[in-house]
Structure formats: structure tokens, C-alpha cells
């Protein structure tokens, strides 16, 4: 059993479903104090809501939540550097993970899988890690290295320049280490977990991008890489 953290991890979760709701809630409350429930919503602009209120470090996402778009929500919960988004979803539409990880979600989960998997996917996107399958982060890294894409990443250059000196050293160590946690990432670097999570928001905002995944390829296409400066 891991050691619990200081504080538990505080859990929003969406579904249109109140049923799986509070099914979901039962089983991440169990978990107490290693995680918790601090929200449920049942509707997009219930999602948005909250996630302002709560601030969750996790939101569980369904995709389908009564015929909208649950992938129109991801950047808007994940864009207040804080929130990590965790989908979990009955489709097996390959097509629709990739788009679920391309617009900033930082895993995915089936319904169908046992639920000691989303309790782990959950303590593991926690911790700044992608929660993936082999053949999905392989296409996920197809499509990232697709001409368009390429292009884009050379028009966006210049961005590079607004990094300061500390947040270059940041992206070169997650090209590096790229399956680091965040714990691990801050002692490579010499700071405190919370400093890399105000560096990496910041980056992810100078750069456009939504997640680690992305970053990554945004420095391999641009050619910031090798050892850090510190």
C-alpha cells in the first residue's frame, strides 16, 4: 500500500450519469485520506464551474456527457495549470483517445477496466505522469509528428526565447528523463515540487502547449535538448 501524501489527492468528477457518480464517489472516498471527492458534475458548464470553485488536482472526465463533446472541456479544465484531466470512458474509439490526449488530457482509462486501475491512473497523473497504453502514446506520437505539426513547431521558434534561463533547464530535463514523475523531475533539478509545477505552467502557456507529451515533442522538433544549465 503507498504511503499516503500530505494532503489527499482532491478528485472532481463528471459524468451525466448520477448513478456512476456516486459509484465512483464510494469507491474514490474509500480511499480516504489518500484521495477524495471535493466535486461532481453532471453537465460541461457544471464542470467549468466547479473546477474554478474547487481548484481539483484531478478531474475524471467522461467523454459523452449527453451528447456533448467531453473533449471541448479538457483545455478549459486543464488551463488553470493546477487541474489534470483523467478520462475515463466506455468508447473504445481510438481516434477519440488520441484527440482526448492531443487537447491536454494526461490519460485515459476504460469503464470497462477494473477500479483499482482509475484509483492508480488517478495517483499516477497525480504525479505529473501520463496514464497510457503502449499503442495508444504510439499514435499519439504519430500524429505529434506529422508535417503540419512540424511546421507549426517551426513557426513557433521564437517562443522559445521568451523561456528564461531556469525554464529552458526544466524543458531539457524532461526531454532527458521524459517518464520522470514530478518528484523525480524536482530533485534532478534542485527545487521543490511546487516551484517545478509554477515553472511548467508558465512553460506550458509561452509555448502553447497542453501537457508533458507535447512539450516534449515541441523541444525535440526545436531542438532544445541536451544537458541542463544547471
Same mark, same amino acid.
Given at each position: !500500500?503507498? &504511503?499516503?501524501? #500530505?494532503?489527499?489527492?482532491? $478528485? !472532481?468528477?463528471?459524468?451525466?450519469?448520477? *448513478?456512476?457518480?456516486? =459509484?465512483?464517489?464510494?469507491?474514490?472516498?474509500?480511499?480516504?485520506?489518500?484521495?477524495? $471527492?471535493?466535486?461532481?458534475?453532471?453537465?460541461?458548464?457544471?464542470?467549468?464551474?466547479?473546477?474554478?470553485?474547487?481548484?481539483?488536482?484531478? #478531474?475524471?472526465?467522461?467523454?459523452?456527457?449527453? =451528447?456533448? @463533446?467531453?473533449?471541448?472541456?479538457?483545455?478549459?479544465?486543464?488551463? @488553470? =495549470?493546477?487541474?489534470?484531466?483523467?478520462?475515463?470512458?466506455?468508447?473504445?474509439?481510438?481516434?477519440?483517445?488520441? *484527440?482526448?490526449?492531443?487537447?491536454?488530457?494526461?490519460?485515459?482509462?476504460?469503464?470497462?477496466?477494473? &477500479?483499482? *486501475? /482509475?484509483?492508480?491512473?488517478?495517483?499516477?497523473?497525480? +504525479?505529473?505522469?501520463?496514464?497510457?497504453? %503502449? #499503442?495508444?502514446?504510439?499514435?499519439?506520437?504519430?500524429?505529434?509528428?506529422?508535417?503540419?505539426?512540424?511546421?507549426?513547431?517551426? %513557426?513557433?521558434?521564437?517562443?522559445?526565447?521568451?523561456?528564461?534561463?531556469?525554464?529552458?533547464?526544466?524543458?531539457?530535463?524532461?526531454?532527458?528523463?521524459?517518464? &520522470?514523475?514530478?518528484?523525480?523531475?524536482?530533485?534532478?533539478? +534542485?527545487?521543490?515540487?511546487?516551484?517545478?509545477?509554477?515553472?511548467?505552467?508558465?512553460?506550458?502557456?509561452?509555448?502553447?502547449?497542453?501537457?508533458?507529451?507535447? /512539450?516534449?515533442?515541441? &523541444? +525535440?522538433?526545436?531542438? /532544445?535538448?541536451?544537458?541542463?544549465?544547471?
Amino acid at each position: !500500500m503507498p &504511503a499516503s501524501p #500530505a494532503r489527499p489527492i482532491r $478528485v !472532481m468528477l463528471v459524468d451525466d450519469h448520477r *448513478t456512476v457518480l456516486w =459509484g465512483l464517489a464510494k469507491l474514490i472516498d474509500g480511499e480516504m485520506p489518500r484521495m477524495q $471527492v471535493v466535486g461532481k458534475a453532471t453537465s460541461g458548464a457544471a464542470a467549468i464551474e466547479l473546477a474554478a470553485e474547487t481548484q481539483p488536482d484531478v #478531474a475524471v472526465l467522461d467523454l459523452d456527457l449527453s =451528447g456533448e @463533446n467531453g473533449t471541448d472541456l479538457i483545455p478549459r479544465l486543464a488551463k @488553470n =495549470g493546477c487541474t489534470r484531466v483523467l478520462v475515463l470512458t466506455g468508447t473504445r474509439d481510438t481516434k477519440l483517445h488520441e *484527440t482526448s490526449i492531443l487537447r491536454g488530457a494526461c490519460g485515459l482509462v476504460l469503464k470497462q477496466e477494473p &477500479a483499482e *486501475t /482509475l484509483l492508480k491512473a488517478i495517483e499516477k497523473v497525480h +504525479q505529473g505522469q501520463l496514464w497510457l497504453d %503502449r #499503442a495508444t502514446t504510439g499514435r499519439v506520437f504519430i500524429e505529434l509528428s506529422r508535417p503540419k505539426r512540424a511546421a507549426a513547431a517551426e %513557426r513557433g521558434k521564437p517562443k522559445l526565447e521568451s523561456l528564461t534561463p531556469r525554464e529552458r533547464d526544466v524543458v531539457r530535463q524532461v526531454v532527458l528523463d521524459p517518464g &520522470a514523475d514530478n518528484n523525480r523531475l524536482a530533485e534532478q533539478l +534542485q527545487m521543490g515540487e511546487h516551484t517545478l509545477r509554477n515553472h511548467l505552467s508558465r512553460i506550458y502557456d509561452k509555448l502553447g502547449v497542453p501537457n508533458r507529451l507535447e /512539450l516534449y515533442v515541441y &523541444a +525535440q522538433r526545436s531542438g /532544445l535538448t541536451g544537458t541542463p544549465l544547471s
